[in-house]
């Protein structure tokens, strides 16, 4: 399990408290769209963010996660994105969320051979992401797929019914390959919340993981906390696009979305010796 001095749930003030690395953040200049794995990171220098437990804990069964963990076997992950799982903001994709997923769950579970594949494309809508399953993830053969989606889809006025559909379908595909699911939700971001359509797609996030099963990463409610409570602000957590995260921010996500897999597994099956 994750190393208690340095994330710990204090059941006194019910907040989980986690370091991260912290860099200034500049906008990303070049895209590129093929699913790639992402160098691992260099340390940085170490700042502190922390969210409510309840936003930490997920829900959701990770049995194939879980049992190639106990036995010992190679395991892959793979992130399905769009731009904010590519790593837009960051000053390059070593500090996007899953390179910095991938180095914590190293550190902390340092007996498994673990790989977070990056399959993220700019821009992409759910319906993309769904359309290239078979080929960035299926043929991956991963134990856990994060899938990242929602904000484009919004902001493209993409009709909410579809979109739920469209996520129940891929993970419909995903878990016929043998894969479990993690979903991550929409980004917060002003303009993100400014959106019509945004808190419905808030809300359809959460209900496709409570009609599924499938643990849900609730980025949107985590990343306005950090904001509320004074941790960041609009122009520290984002990038000048005030849309993507910049290096600390996706730090910081990182290690959150680690510590939620971490208590995940010890919940299902006990702490990963």
């Known amino acids: 399990m994750l190393k208690r001095h340095r994330i710990r749930i204090d059941s006194g003030v019910d907040m989980a408290r986690l370091t991260f690395a912290a860099v200034a953040a500049v906008t990303l200049s070049a895209l590129w769209t093929a699913p790639v794995r992402a160098d691992q990171p260099k340390p940085m220098a170490v700042k502190t963010c922390s969210a409510p437990a309840d936003l930490v804990m997920v829900e959701g069964p990770l049995n194939h996660f879980a049992k190639a963990l106990r036995a010992g076997q190679p395991v892959t992950i793979v992130a399905l994105g769009s731009s904010s799982t590519w790593g837009a903001g960051a000053t390059s994709r070593a500090n996007g969320y899953p390179a910095r997923l991938e180095a914590e769950l190293r550190s902390e579970w340092p007996g498994v051979k673990l790989e977070v594949v990056n399959a993220g494309v700019n821009g992409d809508l759910a319906a993309d992401m769904l359309g290239r399953i078979d080929r960035d993830v299926v043929a991956r053969k991963p134990q856990l797929v994060i899938w990242q ?17 469209e996520v129940r379908q891929g993970i419909a595909r995903i878990r016929g390959a043998g894969a479990d699911v993690m979903l991550l939700d929409p980004q917060y971001a002003p303009r993100v919340e400014r959106l019509p359509l945004t808190k419905s797609y808030v809300d359809a996030m959460q209900a496709i993981g409570a009609e599924t099963g499938v643990a849900l990463v609730q980025r949107f409610r985590v990343m306005k906390h950090l904001i509320d409570s004074a941790q960041f602000t609009v122009a ?38």
């Open 149 to 165: 989606t929602g904000v484009n889809d919004a902001m493209n006025g993409v009709p909410v019914e579809r979109f739920r559909d």
């Open 236 to 273: 520290t957590l984002f990038n000048a696009d005030q849309l993507h995260l910049n290096d600390s921010a996706y730090a910081c996500l990182g290690h959150l979305m680690a510590l939620s897999l971490d208590r995940a597994v010890e919940h299902q099956s006990g702490p990963i010796r």
